[in-house]
Structures are given as structure tokens and as C-alpha cells.
């Protein structure tokens, strides 16, 4: 008897889950708000000559870097000038294949040569979708490029595709070496990990802003943050790829005396091909996500179009322009899913045959390309899709929007004031005025009793330095409407995952909605908020739950789904109701994975708080916003650490939660 | 059946092989051996212990043990794939183990050749791709290659599916890709590790005809994995028993049935059918045989019929063709009713 209540009781000693120790959290953190006027000044603000002078400290180091650092044979800056100088070479190509043909020579005498046939690339697209898929993929592909045709967006879409068709091979192979080098050497791994956790959680502004400042603006330093912002991934996925091999093919090849490079590039990569296409996908997918905020940096495009109909408030065009982003970002999805997917060669495909017959696609496809810039050159419709043949909803959102205000703005506004009065501005005061020891003290504890003291000093650290650079209060915004978002996506999401799994079925569609929803990039959830509710606090908040709610969904559908069916069965064996298999058996044990949703439903959130910056939020978001505008590297970066200490902060804590919870549940 | 004499091809002195922290050290302070309490302590996994073993030149040498006894680690220290802690390896009188990356390459590409339990063929290769990496890797020029790749694939009557990539062959034909691949570079040695294991039983009997049809050709020394009795019966020349990381008795499959070492092997064998291992010359007692003769390496099993179908008493010859004896039908009935021979 005893013996069995100790083994129950040890494990509890540590967990979270236990209620005294939130309810002792809350009203120690309630009374010191309430009573924060008895407490001295500087508890509750933090004291400005307590500050360091970190953001300047890092600007005059990339001064430095810019304008004195030197390799011994070569300059810094001009390190950095070859690389745009390659990229912009490469890129000035595509353009010109692509969107803008090639002009020789100068004034009377120029000659021009047109880029590739909007109809042959259609054509071409189309045959590449049959041969890694099929008929169905082929039809979506074209109608997904008729549409850039038809609603005159090709010629920004090309732009587009032509920095991601330059970035994502160079994105591509960096990732595929620098995951190799982790592979073989456990050093580099240990190294890069840190790092890869860092860049996945920084908010991608904030390192638009160094690359601003060594590159420039323009499209050339877009790429280039396109490219840093979407390689972590590949690092990753080739690590485990190749890890993924079957061990007894490593010793194959061993065994048959390769060397180390032809171990690696003849056994080891290309065992694990269908693994690394994993990673190009990811690669191709970030690259799209990237688009409109590249532009802020000098990407022209479907991202420019965006941007600028989103600063003028021209919904129509914006919203048009967003959804050629989410068709493209759609079909080189389903495009690169497929070529992953694709099954291995079949016998009689490749041997014996000739080259030509061996690659006739190619050959037809590339005949088509060339000879439709022959074409081209002679009709111009077949160059360019006529502008008088395009069609444009533009107008017709503007009406949506303008109905919309007239006859709704009332009740939204109704809405949306008592929203802010009630429960908005209330949580905010109280983040802001929540004295930070308390806060932290709070943190360090909940640190303490989830994995000891390692885990407590983790908040403590990184709150210590976003007091040190004075962003607490902007911090405590960024965390009140991060918070709110989050409870409310949790309150949306869980309960839709739950509907979910009722049927296979309804598995099966919310699934594919979600599937599509995430492959939107961030800021077409900007256009419909904005539609309706205009700028401000709250209309960030919508665009953030919106952007959030997937993971809290997907989650809650894994982790339902994953309850093993014997122990579901027990409980209906033994007479439970419906609701009681759920309430009593499955959620319990769906639990941690859930919280492991919310974790994603988190980072989610504070990605897009940064973005919905241009709505008008006074956060840290705003803060990299800022500088950004300013190009004030030590700013941009010092803010972006800030949200990705939050981020680390609350990762850490759910992370070590969910685990301990799933152990003691013995759910793998 | 004897013991083949030829010359040493392969062997091994005293190799150990110990997973976990400071195994080396371990190793040194207990003297070269630690037992089973020092490994325990130490937390330190013994999966090779103190093996020492001797293949000879043309004989099918199989290392046998239930999963989990080392036998997959201890062929893996032979052709050096893992690392050993301690002890030597001699490959044709060469220590193995002192070899650098470039030799031990070498060695491999073209001295050794080894086929895998699960076959570990290359997925994107087509089977001539496969059957042809192993001189490519060498960088043998294509058409020599594919020429003698080709030759291979119909050595293992693969002829008219060179075309065909991995996913597309039963296990079997994957296998005998896995055959003729370790095949190509003609190898001195040969390693299988439990090559049909992953097979059914069927198609594994038509495997193991098919892979003595190839020796009775090819004449390898081979080093041979099993946890399967019966496949030990129908291919070894001679066997290495293994248990908890050492190898508890050598011999032929003869010797390990009819004189066991430990109540281990004894229990091992206790259902294995004498007929199937005790040979003619065992039984062989003086006497006048009539015409009908046997050799003395003739199993009791494939015998037994003629020694009572004769009217006359059954002639026993040695390997030299003198005469050993006769066998006497109540002999040949004990050994098939399982009973232990008499002396």
C-alpha cells in the first residue's frame, strides 16, 4: 500500500499541473499589481540608468565590420560586395529570362530580345506536373497560372519566381552542406544547433536588418535574406535524412571501400533523397513566405505589389495580388510535394534508350522556351499576355469594403470598442504595471519545479537582458497581446480539433484546410483584418489568432487521434458515455501533445505580432518595424533577440512540461 | 566429416568488443579480461568477449548464436565495420586492425565482399547499377564493368531483369542481387550476415541450394551468419557457437551435436535430427560389406534407406577410398529414433 502511493506521489512533487501552486502564482502576482504603489519605483520600472548601452554597442561593431574589418587580402565590404555582386549577376539573368527579356546595345540600335512566352512556361509547367503526378496536379497548375495571366499579375509573379528560383537552389545546397557537416562531425552539430533554434525563432525582420545595412537596399539583399531565413530547415531535414539511412546500407557502402565523398554523394544522399526533397519543399515554401516581407527590403514583385496596396489600404489590389502569392506559394507546394513523393524509376524507363528519347521532355520543353522567345520577338501576345485581355476584382473589393463600412462598421465598432475597453486594455495594463521581479520571480519558480535549476536561471537570464535594454514594457505588450491571441486560438482551435476527430471524415477536410491555410504566407492574413476592422491593437490580434489557429487544431487532432484504441475501448467497456471516453480518457492523454500545439500556436504568434507591426501596434514587432525604417542594426537586432527570448522562454517551459507529463502518462 | 586443413585465411586472437564509457580503460585495469561482475559495474555492454577463431582457405565457416549473442557484432569486427577494443584480426597473415583508411579501402574493394540480412541495396540503382557499383567505386571503366556486372546477374539467374530497380523484386531476387553484387569484385573472403533470414521459408531452401550450387563453382572462404540450426546443418563445414559474446564451442556440426561442450549447446541441439549430422564413418564398425559402398562423410539420413533396402550389409569408405567398416542396421535405427549411438 504504501509502496503504491509512493510511486504516484514522487512524480507529482514536480509537476505544474498542480493547483495550489498557479492559484499561490496568480494572487501573488494579483496583489503586486494591485498594491504596486507601495513597492519602490524601481520594481515596478525598471530604472533607465540601469540600462546598457548594448543596441549602440552593436551598431558600431557592424560599422566597424563595414568600414574597417579585414580578411589580411581583402576587405570585409568587399567580401560582401562580391556576394551581391554574383547574386545580383544571377539574378539580373532570371530577371531577364523570366519577366524582362535582354537589351543589347543602347538607343536606336538596341536590340531586344523578349523573355519566355507566358503560354510556352504555362505549357512547360504543366508537362512537369503530369510527370511527377498526374493529370489532376497538371489542371491546378495551370489554373493557378491562368490566373496570373488573366488578372495581370504575371509579370510581378515572374520577378517572384525568379528570386526563388535563384535562392532556392543556392538556400538548397547550403543547407545540404552545412547539414552534412553536421552529420559526419558532432562538434559542428553541437554548434549549429543553438544557432539553428536562434534563427528559427528570431523574428525574420530582425535580420533583414543587418543584411540591410551590409547589402543594401534591393532586390540582391531580399535573396539574400530570403535565402538565410529559409536554409534552417534543409540543415535540419539532411541531418536527419541521413541519419535515416538504413545502417546496414551505410556499412554496404563501407564494405564496398568507398571513400568518404563517394560514400556520401553516392551511397549516403542519395539514399536519402526522398528525406532531403522533404527539405526543398521547406525550402521552396519559406522562400514564398519571405516574398512580401523581402520587399520591405528592396524585392520587387508580387510582395512589393502587396506591401504597397496594404500601406495605401487598396484592398482590392492587395487582396488580388495576395492570392497570386498564395497560387504560386500553392503550386510550387504541391509541385515539389509531388517530385518528394514521386515514386523511384520503373524498369525500361531509362536503359537502352537513346539520350534524346532518354530526355525527351527536356528537349521538347526546352525547344518551346527558346522558340517561343523566337515567337515572341515577332508577335508580342505571345510574349506577354495583352493587357487588354485582363480582368480585375479590384474595383469590386473596394465596393465589398466600402458595403462593408457603411453597414457594418456600427456593429463591428460596437464589437470591437467593448472588446477593447473590457478585455483588452485591462490585460495590457496589467502586464505592463505587473512588477517585472514578480514576473520573473514567477517564471524562475514555474523554471525551478519543471527541470531544476538550469531551467529556472533560463528566464531569469533572458529577462535580465531585455530589462538591461530597456524593452520591458514594450516586451509586456508584446506579451499581453501574444498571450490573449494564444488563449483565444487555444479556445477556437482545441475545441474545432475535438469536432475534428469525430469522423474520418471530418478529419480528412479540416486537415486539408488547415494544410492549405499554412501555406499562406503571413501577410495575406493582413487583408481581410484590415477589410474589416481596420488598423489598430485589436485588428493584430485577429490577424495573429487567425495566422495561430492551425497548430492548436493539428495538434489537437494528433493527439486525440494517437490515444491508444485499447485503452478507449476499456472505458467503453466498462459503461463510459461519449462524452466521458473524451472528457475522462482522451483528453487527459491527449494533453501534452496538445500543449505541444499551443507551444507552436505560440511561436506562430509572436512571428506574426512582428509582422502585424504594420497595423499599428506599439511592440517590440514595432520596435524591428522601426528600425528597420531607420536601418539601425543594433536596434533591429536587440529587439528581435527580445521576441525570441520570449519565444525560448515559453518553449522551454511548455516543452519540459509536455514531456514530463507524457512520461508519467507512459505516452511515447 | 572432417575438419578441413587448408591454409588459414582468416582468424582472429582475442578480440573483444565492449559498448559504453572508458571501455578501453575498463579492459586494461581488469587485466585483458574482465568478467561478467567488472562489466556489470562498470555498466559496460560485453557484446564481443575473448574470441579467438580460424577460417580455413575454401570452407564454409558459420558463426551461429540466438539474437542478442554478439554473432552480427563479431563478423562486423572481422571485416572491421566496428571497431574492435582489443585483439587482432589476421587477414591473409595481415593484422587487420593496424591497417590504415587507405589499405583497409583497398582490402575492401577488392579482397572482400560481404552480403547483408535486410540486402542493403542501393534504392536509385537499377540491378545492374547495383551489381556494377563495386568496380565503379573502384573506378572501373563502364563497359568492362557492366560487362562483368552482367555476367554476375546470370551466375545468380538474374539474366533479363538488369533493368529492374530494388523495389521492384521479391526478397529472394533482392537477395540474389545482394549475392551477385558481393560477387563482382571476387572477392577473397566472403561474409553473409543471416543472408536469408528475412526470406520464407521456401524460397530460403531454394537460397541455400542455390548458394551451395555457387560455392560447389566458386570455392570461397566464406564466413556465414545464422540463429537457424537447420541452415547450419545443410551449409556449414564448420560451426562457431555463440552465447553471451563468446564463442562456446568450434567444430563441425557433427561434433557440436554428438559431443556438445555445455548444457547450453546441448539444449541448442537437442531437437536437431541426428540423421541429418552424424555421418556413415561414425558408425562404421569391422566387418564384411557387399558391393554397395558409401563414403564415410555420407549423412546417416540419406543412407538409411539402402541399408535396409540391401540384402547385403552396407560398405563404408574412407576419404581415401579405404575400406572403414559396415554399418549395422540397429545403428542406423538408433540414429533415426534420435538415440545416442552406441559405442
Redesign the interface.
Known amino acids: 500500500m504504501t509502496e503504491v502511493t509512493l510511486e504516484v506521489a514522487r512524480p507529482r512533487r514536480r509537476s505544474l499541473g498542480s493547483v495550489p501552486f498557479w492559484l499561490a502564482a496568480a494572487i501573488l502576482a494579483g496583489l503586486a499589481y494591485r498594491f504596486s504603489d507601495y513597492l519602490p519605483e524601481w520594481a515596478v520600472e525598471y530604472p533607465r540608468s540601469w540600462r546598457l548601452p548594448i543596441e549602440p554597442w552593436i551598431s558600431d561593431a557592424m560599422k566597424w565590420l563595414i568600414n574597417d574589418a579585414t580578411f589580411g587580402l581583402f576587405t570585409f565590404q568587399e567580401f560582401t560586395r562580391s556576394i551581391a555582386w554574383l547574386f545580383g549577376w544571377l539574378l539580373e539573368a532570371a530577371y531577364g529570362l523570366l519577366a524582362e527579356g535582354f537589351t543589347f546595345g543602347k538607343g536606336e540600335e538596341a536590340f531586344h530580345i523578349p523573355h519566355v512566352s507566358w503560354l510556352a512556361l504555362i505549357i512547360v509547367l504543366v508537362m512537369l506536373a503530369r510527370r511527377v503526378s498526374g493529370r489532376r496536379l497538371a489542371l491546378f497548375i495551370a489554373a493557378c497560372f491562368v490566373y496570373l495571366a488573366v488578372f495581370g499579375q504575371w509579370s510581378s509573379a515572374m520577378i517572384t519566381l525568379a528570386s526563388i528560383v535563384i535562392s532556392v537552389p543556392f538556400g538548397v545546397l547550403a543547407g545540404l552542406l552545412v547539414g552534412i557537416a553536421a552529420y559526419r562531425n558532432a562538434w559542428v552539430e553541437r554548434a549549429i544547433r543553438p544557432v539553428l533554434d536562434l534563427m528559427q525563432t528570431v523574428p525574420v525582420f530582425a535580420y533583414l536588418v543587418p543584411i540591410l545595412f551590409l547589402f543594401g537596399f534591393g532586390p540582391v539583399a531580399a535573396m539574400i535574406a530570403t535565402m538565410i531565413y529559409a536554409a534552417p530547415p534543409m540543415v535540419r531535414l539532411t541531418v536527419l535524412a541521413l541519419r535515416g539511412v538504413p545502417e546496414e546500407i551505410k556499412e554496404y557502402g563501407r564494405m564496398a571501400g568507398c571513400s568518404q565523398r563517394q560514400h556520401m554523394w553516392k551511397v549516403m544522399v542519395p539514399a536519402a533523397k526522398s528525406g532531403l526533397l522533404v527539405g526543398l519543399n521547406q525550402v521552396v515554401m519559406l522562400s514564398l513566405n519571405m516574398v512580401i516581407i523581402a520587399s520591405m527590403i528592396g524585392a520587387g514583385g508580387l510582395g512589393f505589389d502587396v506591401l504597397h496596396a496594404l500601406r495605401r489600404l487598396a484592398i482590392g489590389e492587395g487582396l488580388e495580388a495576395g492570392i497570386a502569392i498564395t497560387l504560386l506559394a500553392i503550386a510550387l507546394d504541391r509541385l515539389s510535394q509531388a517530385a518528394a513523393n514521386k515514386p523511384p524509376k520503373a524498369h525500361g524507363s531509362v536503359r537502352g534508350a537513346t539520350w534524346l528519347a532518354r530526355n525527351r521532355l527536356v528537349v521538347i520543353a526546352g525547344v518551346l522556351l527558346a522558340g517561343s522567345i523566337v515567337a515572341g520577338a515577332l508577335v508580342p501576345a505571345v510574349a506577354t499576355y495583352p493587357e487588354s485581355w485582363t480582368l480585375t476584382t479590384g474595383k469590386f473589393w473596394d465596393r465589398v469594403v466600402e458595403w462593408l463600412n457603411i453597414n457594418l462598421f456600427d456593429t463591428i465598432t460596437i464589437v470591437k470598442t467593448w472588446l477593447l475597453v473590457n478585455i483588452m486594455l485591462p490585460i495590457k495594463g496589467f502586464m505592463v504595471g505587473l512588477p517585472w521581479p514578480v514576473l520573473l520571480g514567477v517564471l524562475a519558480f514555474a523554471g525551478w519545479r519543471l527541470g531544476g535549476w538550469r531551467l529556472a536561471l533560463l528566464p531569469l537570464a533572458l529577462g535580465a537582458f531585455v530589462l538591461l535594454t530597456g524593452n520591458w514594457e514594450k516586451a509586456m505588450i508584446t506579451v499581453y497581446l501574444c498571450g490573449l491571441s494564444v488563449v483565444i486560438a487555444a479556445m477556437t482551435g482545441i475545441p474545432l480539433g475535438i469536432w475534428a476527430t469525430g469522423s474520418s471524415r471530418r478529419t480528412g477536410a479540416t486537415l486539408a484546410v488547415i494544410d492549405t491555410l499554412q501555406t499562406l504566407p503571413s501577410f495575406v492574413y493582413l487583408i481581410p483584418v484590415i477589410m474589416l476592422f481596420s488598423v489598430g491593437d485589436f485588428s493584430a490580434m485577429i490577424a495573429v489568432v487567425a495566422f495561430a489557429l492551425a497548430p492548436a487544431v493539428r495538434y489537437t487532432i494528433h493527439g486525440l487521434n494517437q490515444v491508444p484504441e485499447h485503452l478507449v475501448e476499456a472505458g467503453r467497456a466498462q459503461g463510459c458515455s461519449r462524452r466521458q471516453i473524451l472528457w475522462k480518457i482522451r483528453m487527459p492523454l491527449a494533453l501534452p501533445e496538445i500543449m505541444l500545439g499551443i507551444n507552436q500556436t505560440i511561436m506562430m504568434a509572436l512571428s506574426m505580432l512582428v509582422i502585424t507591426a504594420l497595423v499599428g501596434t506599439r511592440d517590440l514587432g514595432q520596435e524591428v518595424f522601426t528600425a528597420l525604417a531607420k536601418a539601425d542594426t543594433g536596434q533591429g537586432i536587440v529587439a528581435g533577440l527580445c521576441v525570441a527570448f520570449i519565444a525560448i522562454t515559453a518553449d522551454r517551459l511548455i516543452q519540459s512540461w509536455s514531456r514530463q507529463r507524457k512520461a508519467q502518462l507512459g505516452v511515447a | 566429416m572432417t575438419v578441413k586443413s587448408g591454409t588459414i585465411k582468416l582468424g582472429c586472437r582475442g578480440v573483444w568488443k565492449l559498448f559504453g564509457d572508458h571501455a578501453e580503460r575498463l579492459l586494461a585495469t581488469a587485466g585483458g579480461a574482465p568478467d561478467d561482475e567488472a562489466l556489470r559495474q562498470a555498466g559496460v555492454i560485453g557484446a564481443v568477449r575473448d574470441v579467438s577463431l580460424e577460417v580455413h582457405e575454401g570452407e564454409i565457416f558459420i558463426i551461429m548464436g540466438l539474437s542478442g549473442s554478439g554473432k552480427s557484432t563479431l563478423v562486423?569486427c572481422l571485416?572491421r565495420?566496428i571497431e574492435p577494443t582489443a585483439g587482432e584480426v589476421l587477414f591473409e597473415g595481415q593484422d587487420l586492425l593496424q591497417a590504415n583508411e587507405r589499405e583497409l579501402?583497398?582490402?575492401?574493394?577488392?579482397k572482400?565482399?560481404?552480403v547483408?540480412?535486410?540486402?542493403?541495396l542501393?534504392?536509385?540503382?537499377?540491378v545492374?547499377g547495383n551489381v556494377a557499383?563495386?568496380l565503379?567505386?573502384?573506378g572501373v571503366d563502364r563497359t568492362t564493368r557492366e560487362a562483368r556486372a552482367n555476367e554476375m546477374i546470370e551466375l545468380v539467374g538474374l539474366k533479363g531483369?538488369?533493368?529492374?530497380?530494388p523495389?521492384?523484386l521479391s526478397g529472394g531476387q533482392q537477395q540474389r542481387v545482394g549475392i551477385a553484387r558481393s560477387l563482382a569484385v571476387g572477392p577473397d573472403i566472403w561474409?553473409l550476415d543471416e543472408p536469408f533470414s528475412a526470406l520464407d521459408p521456401l524460397i530460403r531452401r531454394e537460397m541455400q541450394d542455390e548458394f551451395l550450387r555457387l560455392q560447389s563453382v566458386l570455392k570461397k572462404t566464406i564466413v556465414f551468419i545464422t540463429h537457424d540450426f537447420d541452415e547450419v546443418i545443410r551449409l556449414a563445414d564448420r560451426i562457431a557457437i555463440m552465447q553471451d559474446g563468446a564463442i562456446i564451442q568450434t567444430g563441425t556440426p557433427e561434433e557440436v551435436v554428438t559431443r556438445p561442450a555445455t548444457s547450453y549447446v546441448a539444449e541448442f541441439t537437442r531437437d536437431v535430427p541426428r540423421a541429418k549430422v552424424v555421418s556413415a564413418g561414425v558408425l562404421a564398425r569391422p566387418g564384411q560389406a557387399g558391393s554397395v559402398r558409401v563414403p564415410a562423410s555420407a549423412r546417416v539420413g540419406d543412407v538409411a534407406a539402402r541399408v535396409f533396402d540391401e540384402e547385403q550389409p552396407i560398405g563404408v569408405d574412407g576419404a581415401d577410398g579405404t575400406p572403414l567398416g559396415v554399418l549395422h542396421r540397429q545403428d542406423v535405427l538408433d540414429i533415426l529414433l534420435g538415440r545416442e549411438p552406441r559405442q
Not at chain 2, 105 to 110: A, G, K, P, Q, T
Not at chain 2, 116 to 120: I, L, S
Not at chain 2, 161 to 165: A, G, I, L, S, V
Open positions: 562486423r571485416s565495420l579501402m583497398d582490402i575492401r574493394r577488392h572482400m565482399g560481404m547483408f540480412q535486410h540486402f542493403a542501393l534504392p536509385h540503382l537499377s545492374l557499383f563495386p565503379e567505386i573502384q531483369r538488369e533493368d529492374y530497380y523495389r521492384e561474409f
